[in-house]
């Protein structure tokens, strides 16, 4: 069974500076992709960055970045500088081998303080 | 290129009606899928369809449906509303045949069940 934990309900970072976002799964596919989305509050899913399990270097999107540790099962975000328009929710997702169906986190709550 | 199109944004209704919620995916995206959003169970996937045929289906009473037409234009159908079923329901596309695509999301349908 696929499983994505995220274990930090909410998190405060002062503007410029940088945080990270925990993230940890659970399958036994062979090969798997993980992501990250933004929600804001106006509800739509905004795709951040990608990891395939097979990918050698962490992702990297602008100030967004994936520290991926396949054997500990943990795909933390990084966001650096932070942003007022960072505040949102951030939602780890995987998706397994087959199958077009993606796994959600319960989400962390990022609160970007002037 | 035009995004995820959900409609209607907003929808109230009664326990014991039914609703119909509409999708319209990115211009050649042959799969649509569908996820519930509530605060207690967070992103649900409900079910997926590809050129037309559901080919993934997730954990929901079969008093959730759907369908895609021959444009991947897709509904949603809840029949039987419960209170329960309230909750914002997102639509999301791909092309559906290249391995782990990122999902593109529409803004979402809030629905409300009194």
């Known amino acids: 069974a696929q499983k994505i934990t995220q274990t930090q309900p909410g998190m405060f970072v002062q503007e410029k500076e940088a945080v990270t976002l925990d993230c940890t799964y659970d399958t036994s596919d062979p090969s798997y992709g993980l992501f990250w989305y933004k929600q804001p509050s106006s509800g739509e899913m905004i795709f951040l960055i990608y990891?395939?399990?097979?990918?050698?270097q962490n992702a990297t999107e602008g100030r967004y970045s994936l520290n991926f540790q396949k054997a500990r099962k943990s795909a933390n975000l990084v966001i650096s500088a932070s942003q007022l328009g960072d505040s949102a929710m951030y939602f780890c997702?995987?998706?397994?081998?087959?199958?077009?169906?993606?796994?959600f986190g319960t989400g962390t709550s990022l609160t970007v303080i002037p | 290129k035009a995004g995820v199109t959900q409609t209607p944004r907003y929808l109230i209704k009664t326990r014991g009606q039914q609703v119909t919620l509409s999708c319209s995916p990115i211009?050649?995206?042959?799969?649509v899928s569908w996820y519930q959003q509530t605060p207690g169970q967070g992103l649900q996937f409900l079910f997926e369809y590809f050129s037309e045929t559901q080919r993934n289906k997730g954990n929901f009473p079969g008093r959730f449906s759907g369908r895609q037409f021959s444009n991947s234009r897709s509904e949603m159908n809840v029949s039987t509303l419960e209170l329960g079923d309230s909750a914002l329901y997102l639509c999301?596309?791909?092309?559906?045949?290249?391995?782990?695509?990122?999902?593109?999301f529409g803004s979402g349908t809030q629905l409300s069940v009194l």
């Open positions: 211009s050649g995206h042959r799969s």
């Open positions: 999301a596309s791909t092309l559906g045949d290249r391995g782990p695509e990122k999902l593109f």
């Open positions: 997702a995987m998706r397994g081998e087959t199958g077009n169906q993606f796994y």
């Open positions: 990891q395939g399990s097979y990918d050698q």
